[in-house]
């Protein structure tokens, strides 16, 4: 079955205490790209990737990191989790046409809470 | 849990009015989004409305939410080629649960 799996899918962390949100899909895309959702906001991309080893900053990067070294992983680092990343992540991947990305496939979610 | 669901495909021709048609099922969804996905870019909110609201218009976008029958829909008036995307629905509970749908591909034709 096709599926990108995140863990955890609830975490609740103290300011501070690095964490690391994990990522995989099976479905040998090459487009990764991590989101957070925040109420009313709507979602925001964090970082997103292209390929393997190929990362790019999106539209809410600071306070994040990513790594790309095999295809089917792209896990989020949080060096030192803030309040103000009390957010739902989204992983997303898809693969790519001429044209771009094709139509994205959404991880579960996972909820983060930073006290 | 949430299960949102949409059409996957959908064509019209340039100038006709486009409408995507979303269902879910907690009625507890407190936000409910169109998302519009185009080729080589991420995500774009397009609009959001709250559960409290049967209609809600943005220039050539209109939403309306049908509560009691759980039906989300998004009204393209005047379509244009540039709308050619993928439009996701999405159904959010004070952010506890946020489902996505799967996503309708809309084609618009010359």
């Known amino acids: 079955e096709a599926q990108v799996t995140q863990n955890p899918r609830y975490l609740i962390t103290v300011t501070g205490k690095k964490l690391t949100v994990t990522c995989s899909q099976n479905?040998?895309?090459?487009?990764m790209s991590w989101y957070r959702q925040d109420p009313g906001l709507g979602l925001r991309q964090i970082y997103y990737?292209?390929?393997?080893?190929?990362?790019d900053k999106g539209d809410v990067p600071e306070g994040y990191k990513v790594s790309r070294k095999e295809k089917r992983n792209f896990p989020l680092i949080l060096e030192s989790p803030s309040p103000n990343q009390t957010s739902l992540y989204f992983c997303?991947?898809?693969?790519?046409?001429?044209?771009?990305?094709?139509?994205?496939?959404f991880g579960p979610g996972t909820r983060l809470t930073v006290l | 849990g949430e299960d949102v669901e949409q059409s996957l495909f959908l064509s019209v021709r340039e100038g006709d009015s486009s409408v995507i048609n979303c269902t879910y099922t907690?009625?507890?969804?407190?936000?409910l989004y169109w998302y519009k996905q185009e080729p080589g870019a991420g995500l774009q909110l397009l609009t959001y409305?709250?559960?409290?609201?049967d209609m809600k218009q943005d220039q050539r976008l209109t939403v309306l939410l049908n509560k009691k029958d759980k039906h989300l829909s998004l009204r393209i008036a005047d379509t244009q080629t540039g709308d050619s995307a993928i439009y996701f629905c999405?159904?959010?509970?004070?952010?506890?649960?946020?489902?996505f749908g799967p996503g309708t591909r809309l084609s618009v034709l010359p």
């Open positions: 997303a991947s898809s693969s790519l046409t001429g044209a771009g990305t094709d139509t994205q496939y």
């Open positions: 479905m040998n895309h090459e487009y």
């Open positions: 990737s292209m390929n393997v080893e190929v990362t």
């Open positions: 907690d009625s507890s969804s407190t936000y």
């Open positions: 409305i709250f559960s409290n609201m």
């Open positions: 999405a159904a959010d509970n004070y952010g506890q649960n946020f489902v």
